[in-house]
């Protein structure tokens, strides 16, 4: 029986080596490594369109009804009939947005566009991940934060419009942000 298996052991040996499947494992240099965790990190972002609309509501239960204007990492601020308020975000429970959504054409007019589900829930982002853009329709999704099955789960999806619906404050760095499409 062993002068079997020693037979058996050899015989698999000399078929890998000369089938060079020993001896074919290659060490990644530290530079090549560098460059991958890079290339993964230099994620597209997503572009987002915004409602007219925003209801922010505060963790002592009050809300307020408005435009977003500005979100920082620090407060945001709303504006409604002239009057404008600057929130903390610490004191922010969600930010839901409801209405319109508006985009302009290759034209240049500006087009309302329908809602057309296809929710996507993004958990765990940080704050900084959420851009609002100049004006205040638009805004950017930076997707370095998410997983690599998340952002190609996602990426499948980055030639249809978006539209955010819903910015759920998780923590003072974390926000989990819910998006539909649009169009």
């Known amino acids: 029986m062993k002068f079997f298996l020693s037979v058996l052991t050899l015989t698999i040996a000399t078929i890998l080596s000369v089938t060079g499947l020993i001896g074919n494992a290659r ?102 991940a959420f851009k609002l853009g100049n004006p205040p329709k638009t805004a950017i999704l930076n997707l370095n934060s998410l997983t690599p099955e998340g952002y190609n789960r996602l990426s499948k999806d980055f030639a249809k419009k978006h539209g955010i619906k819903r910015i759920l404050m998780d923590s003072p760095e974390k926000v989990t942000i819910k998006i539909e499409e649009i169009e």
């Open 27 to 128: 060490t990644i240099p530290n530079q090549e490594v560098a460059q991958r965790s890079t290339t993964s990190s230099q994620r597209k972002p997503l572009p987002l369109n915004v409602p007219e609309l925003a209801i922010i509501r505060l963790k002592n239960r009050s809300s307020y009804t408005g435009n977003l204007t500005v979100f920082n990492t620090n407060n945001l601020k709303l504006e409604a009939n002239g009057n404008s308020n600057t929130f903390p975000l610490s004191q922010v429970k969600e930010i839901e947005f409801q209405g319109d959504v508006y985009i302009n054409n290759p034209d240049g007019r500006i087009r309302r566009v329908p809602w057309r589900g296809g929710e996507k829930i993004l958990p765990g982002l940080p704050i900084t």
